[in-house]
């Protein structure tokens, strides 16, 4: 069974740094593609980053680039996303979610099998 445990989630003060991380099981950490995905209150989910194990790549939405940064660290089956000089708008509940059949990076929420429960973070400003 595929689980999907995020972890890290917090209030912070606006610039301040928060690092979520996604722990994986139950399906082979060689192979896959991870996104994290945010949803504010009222708003919809959106794609904040990914990465995919296919090609390595990488991706990060326009409005977070420079700030985040995801990592993988296979040996621990787990993602991060490491979260600097946080702003009130990323005031959210994170999730984490993958692609355990096709291994490139998507920011969309479509392409992903199986989902985290969310971590609350809370940016005050």
């Known amino acids: 069974e595929v689980q999907l445990v995020e972890s890290g989630g917090a209030l912070v003060q606006a610039g301040g740094s928060l690092r979520l991380s996604c722990a994986a099981s139950?399906?082979?950490?060689?192979?896959?593609?991870i996104g994290w995905f945010r949803q504010a209150p009222g708003k919809e989910r959106e794609g904040v980053s990914c990465i995919g194990s296919g090609d390595g790549s990488t991706y990060y939405a326009d409005n977070v680039k420079g700030r985040f940064t995801i990592s993988s660290d296979n040996a621990k089956n787990t993602v991060s996303l490491q979260m600097n000089s946080l702003k009130p708008e990323d005031t959210a509940v994170y999730y984490c979610?993958?692609?355990?059949?096709?291994?490139?990076?998507?920011?969309?929420?479509?392409?992903?099998?199986?989902w985290g429960q969310g971590t609350q973070v809370t940016v005050s400003s």
């Open positions: 979610a993958a692609r355990v059949i096709n291994y490139f990076c998507s920011h969309y929420e479509v392409e992903y099998d199986y």
């Open positions: 139950g399906f082979t950490f060689d192979d896959y593609a």
